[in-house]
Each structure stands twice: as C-alpha cells, then as structure tokens.
C-alpha cells in the first residue's frame, strides 16, 4: 500500500489497484486515477496484467463528478494548532480524467470533467472567478449581491457537491465569449471578443454602468442576453478594465480611460464627486475621458480601493483619487480629480528617476507598487500593514522627496521581479526570476502561505523579514505559478504547467473552493501547503446552461454589501476597518 494508491491480492492469485494513477502507479498503462467513481470499483476494477494477456474484466466506467482530492478536515481549530493529517497529498502533475486507459506513458495536458485548464483568474474581496480554456467563465465564494453571476445570492464552494460540473458557468449571452476577467469588491465584469464590457453583481452606485442603481446577477433572468453591454461611447470599445470599490474604469482602445460609479475621493477624475452611470443619460457618449495632459494617452491602469494610477505613453505614472496616506505618490494627502484644476497637466507625474521605466503597477487598499523595467520593485502609500516592504510601519509618499528616495524592495540575494500582483486588502505577492513566488504585507489568516507566527501576522513592516528571510511559498513539488489573485486576505494561482488553481486563506464563505469553510490552509505549510493544497475542481470544460437555484440560502453575519440607498453627502469614512468588508478597506490614516 502507498501513500496515494492501494493494491490487494485476490484469493485467485490476481492483483487489484485502485487510487492515484498519475505516475502509472496502478500498472494500467495510464496515468488516470480510479476509484473516484462509483462505477470504478467491483467487477469494473480489471486485474493487472503481467503477462501481456488481455485482463478478463473490462474497465468501462462512467464519468461522475466527484472526487476526493479533498479529504476535508475538521473546521475545529484547537488550541495547539494540530491539524487532521488525513489528507492524500495533491500532486503537482495534471491527471486526466478521462476514462478510457490508453498504453500513453505521457499525460494528457486537457483534464475533462474535474481539474479544467484555466487562463485567468480574477478575486474580488470574498469571491473568485476563472475563465477556462473553454472561455467559460466560473465563479465561486460570496455572492450576496450576485457577483457569482449564477442567477441568485446563494454562495458557491463552501459546501460538499458545488464546485466542478456542480458549478454553473455564467451566462453571458448569445454569441458572447469573454477573453479577459475582472472582479470588484462585489462585481464582476468580462472584456469580450469583441473588445465589449459586460457586468454583474453590486450596483448601488452604478459600477455596472448600465443606467440605474439595481443588482444584476441575483435573480434568474439578468443574466445572458438580458445583461446589457456597457455603453462606452459611439464607436468606443475597450482593450482593459480595472476595478476599485463601487467603481469601474475602462482604457479604451484609443488610450483614453473612462470611469463610472462612486466618485466621491474624485476617482472618475472628472474634477468633481458626481456619481456616474447611476441615472440613464450618463454612460455612452456622456461619459467624460479622465484628462491625463497634453497629447497624453495611457498604456495601462491600475484601481485601490478609492483611487487610480495609470502609466502613460511617455514611461510615466499618474494617480489620482483619494490620498489620505499619500497613495497618490504626490507629496502630500490631498485627492487629486475631485475638483477643477486638478487633472491634465496640473496633475503631476511620480517623481521617479528618469533610468527607470515603469513597466507594471499593482495596488492593495491604500498602497501602490511599481515594478520596473530592472526588474525592482518600489512601493509607496500607507505601511502599517506592511504592504510596503520596506521593514518599517511608516507611510511613504505624503512628504515631499520621499517617493523620489524610495528605494528597492529586497527580494533576495541577486534576486529580481517578473511580475507583481496587488489585492483586494492587504499584501503584494511577486514571481521572482527564477519562477519562485514571495508575498508580504497581513498574514493574519495565513494569506501569506506560509503559516502564522504566535507573535506578529505581518511580513514587510521589521527589519530582517524581507530578501533572503521572506519564505518562498510552497505550491507542491515542482510548481510553480504563471498569475496570481488575491482577495481579501485570501490568495489563489494558476499552476504553469497543468494550468490548474490552488486557492489558501481566509475560507468563511467558500472563496477558495474547496467545498467547506476550513480555514487552515497557509497555517501550517508543511500540512495546508504544497501537495497537501487541494487543486479546484472547475469541471468539465464545455460550457453548460446556468441553474438558478432559488431556494437555496446561506446566511453570514457580517454585512458586506454597502446599503443601496445613496448618501448625499460621499466622503471617505474615517471609520472604515480592516475586516473583509466589500470595500476591502482599512483604516485611513490622517
């Protein structure tokens, strides 16, 4: 018996094995699993064979959907940490699903049915959606306001029997496939094709830009042909969109941004705080280009929960919106674009050193990072969560010459970026040079993956902690990681070579599919990380028609939907916490 499969000698003298497959373990001359299906087992179970005779049991199964890659363990957690160590490990090889044996020693790199092929991956603060190779798109976590596009409010992935086949796709209506992914705080939208926008779930302030103030997503008939198109202007599609809290901008093809929702920290940056695409007759050819300056066009943008950078034609940065711990990068804390004579060439360019060209920005609640064409990595805006990494807890870029002092983030001895990722709350992540993945900022619920100290949760904020001392995450044995999402404090990835997820973090609502609400995975990474992190199932990647199911409720005990009732007055509360709200905001710092 191993630790992945088992063998028994029948009284005939014959051998029977059944489990993993993935390395030809089972002596079938494949490498599919058997035993995860009802229709495996008994007479379908064929005997091995030694001799080159053909087996006199034929193995013709059907095709379930479950699996038990997951042994879920308790959701207790204990005073000593102690974890069920009843699960089989995940192993970082792709394994078919296909249930036909072949005499192939080499696996197939399109699994049907279970583990689909993924392209992208996009998490708002407690949901996540995936665009399959299929170009279907599945969501899975919260869904109070209908932000998984399933057609009501009922969460998906924290109970058994949800994820895979059992996980609708989202329709997006006829003739409609979607290329690019992006979720909000508590919406999701898609880049199609066609280079159109489509979107679903919160509304209260018009992030859907679709006209009024009403959800879509939550209830069956808004989905499909019924969720209209985005109207961007005559003409006018879009090449990229970035999301914030409640807000949704658009680079348009001709370099332009354009932005709708709440406005109040000046987001849109339209040089006031009016709320756009709330009311009919504010979208399309009303919507109004954030001015970037003179002969300025943009190459790509990036959103924090209340503000907006951009790198422009010209190898330089620009933000604006809310700056209340110097975000903006500017010098100071005041908001940029919330009043007249702030946009276009009035607003200023980050005062970085001219040999170094921005080529990347990612961005948490109140932090931006920039990686650059070298290879570094400089951060700015609030500290105290360590987003900064720069071992200390002060903000940077509300005084005058810090941004232009700021200096590389430590990534390791000889060490360089790839790419940098942001998140909904707190944390950067980045892919090093040599394919390894590092994380810092909050780790209070093990987002980080790589366990939690009895002492102080966060990475980043005290010397020592950063370069060659910031654990590389453990994924599984050999993996690595092509992108990277992450929440509010929870993180998922897509795998490089089998183009399959893993998900770890905060769990209460199912954000990382795993079919409960555990919530130890990064606790213990020599338990909850590497092969022993569960792989999602997607299912098979054929697109399927969307099931409501109305009767189906859950219900939390945190609200995380702001209230549909639009305030008069919109102002950036002081009160604003670091819990998972579906602002993923924290506290603002004077």
Same mark, same amino acid.
């Given at each position: 018996?191993?630790?992945?499969?088992?063998?028994?000698?029948?009284?005939?003298?014959?051998?029977?094995?059944? *489990?993993?497959?993935?390395?030809?373990?089972?002596?079938?001359?494949?490498?599919?699993?058997?035993?995860?299906?009802?229709?495996?087992?008994?007479?379908?179970?064929?005997?091995?064979?030694?001799?080159?005779?053909?087996?006199?049991?034929?193995?013709?199964?059907?095709?379930? +959907?479950?699996?038990?890659?997951? !042994?879920?363990?308790?959701?207790?957690?204990?005073?000593?940490?102690?974890?069920?160590?009843?699960?089989?490990?995940?192993?970082?090889?792709?394994?078919?699903?296909?249930?036909?044996?072949?005499?192939?020693?080499?696996?197939?790199?399109?699994?049907?049915?279970?583990?689909?092929?993924?392209?992208?991956?996009?998490?708002?603060?407690?949901?996540?959606?995936?665009?399959?190779?299929?170009?279907?798109?599945?969501?899975?976590?919260?869904?109070?306001?209908?932000?998984?596009?399933?057609?009501?409010?009922?969460?998906?992935?924290?109970?058994?029997?949800?994820? #895979?086949?059992?996980?609708?796709?989202?329709?997006?209506?006829?003739?409609?496939?979607?290329?690019?992914?992006?979720?909000?705080?508590?919406?999701?939208?898609?880049?199609?094709?066609?280079?159109?926008?489509?979107?679903?779930?919160?509304?209260?302030?018009?992030?859907?830009?679709?006209?009024?103030?009403?959800?879509?997503?939550?209830?069956?008939?808004?989905?499909?042909?019924?969720?209209?198109?985005? +109207?961007?202007?005559?003409?006018?599609?879009?090449?990229?969109?970035?999301?914030?809290?409640?807000?949704?901008? #658009?680079?348009?093809?001709?370099?332009?941004?354009?932005?709708?929702?709440?406005?109040?920290?000046?987001?849109?940056?339209?040089?006031?705080?009016?709320?756009?695409?709330?009311?009919?007759?504010?979208?399309?050819?009303?919507?109004?280009?954030?001015?970037?300056?003179?002969?300025?066009? #943009?190459?790509?943008?990036?959103?924090?929960?209340?503000?907006?950078?951009?790198?422009?034609?010209?190898?330089?940065?620009?933000?604006?919106?809310?700056?209340?711990?110097?975000?903006?990068?500017?010098?100071?804390?005041?908001?940029?674009?919330?009043?007249?004579?702030?946009?276009?060439?009035?607003?200023?360019?980050?005062?970085?050193?001219?040999?170094?060209?921005?080529?990347?920005?990612?961005?948490?609640?109140?932090?931006?990072?920039?990686?650059?064409?070298?290879?570094?990595?400089?951060?700015?805006?609030?500290?105290?969560?360590?987003?900064?990494?720069?071992?200390?807890?002060?903000?940077?870029?509300?005084?005058?010459?810090?941004?232009?002092?700021?200096?590389?983030?430590?990534?390791?001895?000889?060490?360089?970026?790839?790419?940098?990722?942001?998140?909904?709350?707190?944390?950067?992540?980045?892919?090093?040079?040599?394919?390894?993945?590092?994380?810092?900022?909050?780790?209070?619920?093990? +987002?980080?993956?790589?366990?939690?100290?009895?002492?102080?949760?966060?990475?980043?904020?005290?010397? *020592?902690?950063?370069?060659?001392?910031?654990?590389?995450?453990?994924?599984?044995?050999?993996?690595?990681?092509?992108?990277?999402?992450?929440?509010?404090?929870?993180?998922?990835?897509?795998?490089?070579?089998?183009?399959?997820?893993?998900?770890?973090?905060?769990?209460? #609502?199912?954000?990382?599919?795993?079919?409960?609400?555990?919530?130890?995975?990064?606790?213990?990474?020599?338990?909850?990380?590497?092969?022993?992190?569960?792989?999602?199932?997607?299912?098979?990647?054929?697109?399927?028609?969307?099931?409501?199911?109305?009767?189906?409720?859950?219900?939390?005990?945190?609200?995380?939907?702001?209230?549909?009732?639009?305030?008069?007055?919109?102002?950036?509360?002081?009160?604003?916490?670091?819990?998972?709200?579906?602002?993923? !905001?924290?506290?603002?710092?004077?």
């Amino acid at each position: 018996m191993g630790n992945s499969h088992v063998c028994v000698l029948l009284t005939s003298t014959n051998l029977k094995c059944w *489990g993993y497959g993935y390395l030809g373990q089972l002596g079938r001359g494949s490498t599919i699993d058997i035993g995860d299906g009802p229709s495996e087992m008994g007479d379908a179970l064929p005997l091995l064979d030694f001799d080159g005779v053909t087996p006199t049991v034929t193995n013709t199964p059907a095709e379930t +959907n479950t699996s038990t890659l997951t !042994s879920t363990p308790t959701s207790t957690r204990t005073a000593s940490k102690t974890l069920t160590r009843s699960k089989t490990p995940t192993r970082s090889k792709t394994k078919t699903k296909t249930r036909t044996p072949t005499k192939s020693k080499t696996p197939t790199r399109t699994p049907v049915g279970y583990v689909s092929r993924v392209q992208l991956i996009a998490s708002g603060a407690v949901h996540t959606c995936a665009l399959l190779a299929s170009s279907v798109v599945k969501c899975w976590g919260l869904n109070d306001n209908g932000q998984l596009g399933a057609g009501n409010t009922a969460a998906r992935g924290d109970a058994v029997g949800e994820m #895979a086949n059992a996980l609708p796709s989202v329709d997006l209506g006829t003739g409609v496939i979607a290329k690019k992914i992006y979720a909000g705080s508590s919406h999701t939208c898609v880049l199609t094709t066609t280079n159109q926008v489509k979107c679903w779930g919160q509304n209260d302030a018009g992030q859907l830009g679709i006209g009024d103030a009403d959800n879509r997503g939550d209830a069956f008939g808004e989905m499909g042909d019924a969720l209209p198109f985005v +109207n961007l202007g005559s003409g006018m599609t879009a090449t990229e969109l970035t999301i914030g809290s409640r807000f949704t901008c #658009a680079l348009l093809t001709t370099g332009s941004v354009v932005c709708w929702g709440t406005n109040d920290n000046g987001q849109m940056g339209i040089g006031s705080t009016d709320t756009i695409g709330d009311n009919s007759g504010e979208m399309g050819d009303a919507l109004v280009a954030v001015d970037l300056g003179t002969g300025r066009t #943009a190459l790509s943008t990036v959103a924090s929960a209340y503000s907006v950078c951009a790198i422009l034609d010209n190898a330089t940065i620009k933000c604006w919106g809310n700056n209340s711990v110097g975000q903006l990068g500017l010098g100071d804390t005041a908001s940029r674009g919330d009043n007249s004579s702030e946009m276009g060439d009035y607003l200023l360019a980050l005062p970085f050193a001219a040999d170094l060209t921005p080529v990347e920005l990612a961005t948490s609640s109140y932090n931006v990072c920039a990686r650059f064409d070298n290879g570094t990595i400089r951060c700015w805006g609030r500290g105290d969560n360590a987003d900064l990494g720069n071992g200390d807890s002060s903000i940077q870029g509300n005084d005058t010459g810090e941004l232009a002092a700021l200096t590389a983030i430590d990534l390791g001895s000889g060490h360089t970026a790839k790419r940098v990722f942001g998140s909904a709350y707190s944390g950067f992540c980045v892919i090093l040079d040599d394919d390894a993945l590092k994380c810092w900022g909050s780790n209070s619920d093990a +987002n980080l993956g790589i366990g939690i100290s009895s002492g102080d949760t966060k990475w980043g904020n005290a010397a *020592g902690e950063m370069g060659d001392s910031l654990p590389t995450i453990d994924l599984g044995t050999g993996v690595t990681v092509t992108t990277l999402s992450a929440g509010s404090l929870f993180r998922c990835a897509i795998l490089k070579y089998s183009t399959a997820v893993k998900c770890w973090g905060v769990n209460d #609502a199912g954000q990382l599919g795993h079919e409960s609400t555990y919530a130890a995975w990064g606790e213990y990474p020599d338990a909850t990380m590497g092969d022993y992190l569960p792989i999602l199932r997607l299912g098979a990647i054929v697109p399927s028609t969307v099931t409501p199911t109305p009767t189906k409720t859950k219900t939390y005990t945190r609200t995380l939907s702001p209230s549909r009732t639009k305030s008069p007055t919109k102002t950036l509360s002081p009160t604003k916490t670091a819990t998972r709200t579906a602002t993923a !905001s924290a506290t603002p710092i004077p």
